[in-house]
């Protein structure tokens, strides 16, 4: 039983409240701490301390090492229950209260024995072994450390608290030699803190586990989960935000599973943001953006020192290294909607008026008239997954496959009415005209290369055939090699006598899902998956493009960005959340056994190397250097993976089929096209096709 009477939890945001305990229960490898009366704060992530230190002084001796200065995690935090992730304090029998120092130190080596080759409960104490671990190995240096520690903590806020103690865990770690067993600790201590497996063993109960670890709630229920959730790692940047991308795999596999309310809430809420006031040095962006990200904070409320409220705190990129805005989140929330209304059957949310008037801005954002001759949509670098400078400027594929796909799913929850019929007009010209102009231009394979390479330039007409003035030049040798006989895919991007040759997956598996790519085409670039398997999987699904830059191109197209090197991160780096965009479009595809032998290379690693953000070199052997462990979306696609290839029928809730209607429409504009005749039906907008 846990010697603890009160404890202190505050908040990212600093506020701190104090909650007396009632009932200290010890279950499934979880503290319980009952509260003996609500905790306003729906938090997920708190942060405990130990108030009463005298106590616990008491308890663990005068020389106070220890527990005093423990911070916990709070996993789950509901109006009564508090499950605490790591221990406070443990029942420690002691030998002497108040004994010798050479007391003390045989009583916590005892300590340690005992904890090492405790059960899982006992494994809980993270804090507390990182602490005796260091004591061990230099006792003094650890002890004036931890009453460092824990005089400023006194005195300091709790974020300072958190520092402090994360400061202590890193000297610990250097000072310890066994680093892999404290690993196996945390690991230990996430699944303990999130509880029990819900299916035995399995590593698909493992990232239940670890995908229910990362839910975020906001006014007592679930609206998202953070980016990242690893207990070890101190620095977390803002991947304790809850990303509108990287929620998606989260979504569906909860979708998936028949939880539909973390959905409803999420989509519901990031609603909101979206009029939210945002500026960039007095400037601000479109009214319909959604942001990248947000956190959950708990502040004050207005007059009541004792009570608190939670606000949502979003981040339009205004925050974001490089200040990129993410184009892509509300063409991802159009998507999931659809994905929620489709499997819910709850039609009751897409029907309501805010919700309505949310798909509209997002369109009216993404429909606006500018200078651009093109129907893809203009866009600065990192406007989406890729969300540094990696030359992707201009038309990237990505954000036109999510654009095509966001615009299928809008015109199949548009009402009709309000005046919407003249966007719906505006939404099946830009349909058309984007499908053309992608199906047509970005698609290469050997016959479109060879073609390519016979191009004359210069040609000035309405007639041209290479029309965006492309020099073959261009035509790399790296691809010449590349390019199978077999299979093809559509390039990243097309801009005025530029193609960018390299193959982004994202784009590629999101055409065919949405139907952007025809039949054939989609066909053909699973071929080159299945071609190139090497070079895209290797040991882990999945390239998020092909080839890195390197040498002069990688120090002028990404500024000579450390972390995007040749073959990591995104420069070539392997993501296994990707996985999840694969399996669909295989299932699509009726080529399910790809995704299959796919998620089998990602089950020899990811549960071992800890759920990782991403893999580094040329066969994707290395754990990422800068990737962030227990990566949420790394969990959630290998869960969807896992979910649609047992039940295939279920990924209908992404998948676009060909509209006819508008396939119509795209023959008549290919037969137009100058290779053919010109001019035979005209589209009420021109755009270049
Ligand atoms: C990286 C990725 C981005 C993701 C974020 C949080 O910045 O490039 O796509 O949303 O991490 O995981």
Redesign the pocket.
């Known amino acids: 039983m846990s010697q603890i009477l009160s404890i202190c939890v505050s908040r990212i945001s600093e506020v701190a409240c104090s909650i007396s305990l009632g009932d200290i229960k010890v279950k499934n490898g979880k503290i319980l701490l009952s509260c003996a009366r609500p905790v306003p704060s729906k938090r997920r992530s708190c942060y405990v301390r130990c108030q009463q230190t005298s106590r616990i002084q008491e308890i663990l001796g005068k020389d106070g090492n220890g527990a005093a200065t423990d911070v916990a995690e709070v996993f789950n935090l509901n109006s009564k229950n508090i499950v605490a992730e790591r221990v406070l304090t443990e029942p420690v029998e002691r030998k002497s209260k108040a004994g010798s120092h050479e007391d003390n130190k045989a009583s916590t080596e005892q300590v340690e024995r005992k904890s090492r080759a405790a059960s899982q409960e006992d494994s809980r104490t993270l804090t507390e072994q990182v602490e005796r671990k260091s004591r061990a190995a230099s006792h003094e240096d650890s002890r004036n450390s931890t009453e460092q520690v824990e005089r400023k903590s006194r005195a300091a806020s709790h974020e300072d608290s958190r520092n402090l103690t994360e400061q202590v865990e890193r000297k610990s770690r250097t000072a310890s030699h066994e680093d892999s067993y404290l690993e196996k600790q945390a690991r230990d201590l996430l699944r303990a803190g999130a509880g029990s497996y819900e299916e035995d063993g399995s590593f698909e109960s493992e990232a239940w586990t670890l995908l229910r670890a990362a839910v975020v709630n906001y006014c007592g229920s679930p609206i998202g989960t953070i980016?990242?959730n690893d207990p070890l790692d101190p620095d977390t940047l803002?991947?304790d935000q809850v990303?509108i991308?990287?929620f998606i795999p989260s979504g569906i596999a909860f979708l998936l599973k028949g939880e539909y309310d973390i959905v409803r809430n999420f989509i519901l809420h990031t609603l909101q943001l979206q009029s939210w006031e945002k500026t960039m040095d007095c400037h601000s962006p479109g009214q319909g953006l959604m942001p990248?990200?947000f956190k959950v904070r708990t502040v004050p409320r207005d007059g009541d020192d004792t009570a608190t409220e939670d606000i949502l705190d979003p981040d339009f990129g205004e925050a974001a290294?490089g200040r990129v805005a993410p184009v892509d989140s509300g063409l991802w929330w159009i998507i999931l909607l659809r994905a929620y209304v489709k499997s819910s059957g709850d039609l009751s949310v897409q029907e309501r008026t805010d919700v309505q008037t949310g798909i509209k801005m997002i369109l009216k954002l993404c429909l606006a008239d500018g200078f651009d001759m093109f129907p893809t949509l203009l866009v600065t670098d990192g406007s989406?997954?890729?969300?540094?400078r990696m030359g992707i400027h201009g038309h990237p594929l990505e954000i036109q496959a999510l654009f095509y796909s966001a615009l299928r799913c809008a015109r199949e929850m548009l009402t009709l009415g309000d005046g919407s019929a003249g966007l719906i007009r505006a939404l099946n010209n830009r349909l058309i005209a984007l499908s053309f102009h992608i199906r047509e231009y970005y698609w290469i394979d050997m016959k479109k290369l060879n073609e390519i390479y016979r191009y004359k330039t210069e040609e000035y007409s309405y007639d041209a055939v290479n029309k965006f003035n492309i020099y073959p030049d261009q035509i790399s040798p790296w691809l010449v090699e590349w390019m199978p006989d077999r299979g093809g895919y559509f390039i990243g991007n097309l801009q005025p006598a530029h193609m960018d040759f390299r193959f982004f997956s994202l784009g590629n598996f999101w055409s065919i899902i949405t139907n952007l790519a025809t039949r054939e085409q989609s066909d053909a670039v699973l071929d080159f998956v299945e071609a190139k398997w090497n070079d895209l999987v290797s040991d882990m699904p999945f390239k998020i493009c092909y080839p890195a830059l390197e040498g002069q191109e990688w120090q002028i197209i990404t500024g000579s960005d450390p972390k995007n090197t040749p073959w990591s991160?995104?420069n070539g780096g392997a993501w296994p959340t990707l996985l999840w965009q694969l399996t669909v479009a295989c299932i699509k595809m009726n080529r399910p056994e790809l995704a299959r032998k796919a998620v089998g290379v990602a089950e020899k690693r990811l549960s071992k190397d800890r759920w990782p953000?991403y893999y580094d070199t040329k066969r994707a052997r290395f754990i990422g250097k800068q990737a962030?462990l227990y990566?949420t979306?790394s969990i959630a696609g290998y869960l969807v993976s896992k979910l649609l290839l047992r039940n295939p029928e279920a990924a209908k809730i992404l998948t676009c089929e060909e509209d006819m209607e508008l396939l119509d429409e795209c023959n008549c504009l290919l037969e137009a096209n100058p290779k053919r005749k010109r001019g035979r039906k005209k589209s009420s907008k021109s755009y270049i096709v």
């Open positions: 980016a990242a803002n991947y990303f991308r990287d990248a990200s290294i989406c997954m890729i969300d540094r991160y995104h953000e962030h990566q979306w």
